[in-house]
């Protein structure tokens, strides 16, 4: 019998867990109300200086992922930009965070602009890449058929600033499908007097 090579081995471990990790994380959503789940832990984001609203909604992708991001930035371009969400534009603020660092510094933002003209793209270098995916728990990595593309999960990450300087990651919302209503009423509920 041949023997396997520690690279195929390898490639096995990292497919299993591609398909183990959604799959884990998908059941785990199921469990929860809705689609969501509530953290409500203090996360260090600098590279979100700069965003004034109270409440950010982040979503981690990647400059022309057409597959995951782009049905996802455009649901939220369009409740984003709903006669009936004006009121949550002025305390909610959508921020794309591209998770490569080989593309133009400028990239993200227009990326980001194409689905909503308010929303915010930010570039980051590939240290500060590796520190968000430990403190929001991403789930990333380069395509195994092609390097080009990034496997990546797919949740929107609530974010309240209750004050200059501190953040705090209150809920992860399931994107398939978006609970646009659940998540309306969430930013309503927050309290606007900070800073």
């Not at 996360?43 to 609203?53: I, S, T």
């Not at 996802?72 to 909610?92: K, N, P, T």
């Not at 240290?127 to 990595?141: G, P, V, W, Y």
Request: charge should be negative; hydrophobic fraction near 45%; charged fraction near 20%.
């Amino acid at each position: 019998m041949p023997k396997i090579s520690d690279k195929v081995i390898f490639v096995l471990f990292v497919l299993i867990l591609l398909i183990l990790v959604p799959l884990c994380m998908a059941l785990w959503f199921t469990q929860t109300q809705e689609g969501v789940i509530t953290i409500d832990k203090t996360v260090e984001a600098p590279w979100l200086e700069g965003v004034e609203a109270p409440v950010v909604l982040l979503y981690f992708g990647y400059v022309g992922c057409v597959s995951v991001c782009t049905p996802v930035l455009e649901r939220l371009g369009v409740w984003y930009g709903a006669s009936d969400a004006a009121a949550l534009r002025s305390r909610a603020d959508v921020v794309f965070v591209n998770l490569t660092s080989d593309v133009d510094p400028a990239q993200p933002q227009a990326f980001a602009e194409a689905f909503h003209p308010s929303f915010r793209g930010i570039y980051l270098s590939q240290k500060e890449i590796m520190q968000i995916d430990r403190a929001f728990a991403l789930s990333f990595a380069a395509g195994l058929l092609d390097p080009l593309q990034i496997n990546h999960s797919d949740y929107l990450y609530l974010l309240e600033r209750p004050r200059e300087g501190v953040t705090r990651l209150k809920t992860i919302y399931h994107t398939r499908p978006l609970n646009v209503s659940l998540l309306s009423e969430q930013i309503r509920s927050i309290e606007v007097g900070r800073r």
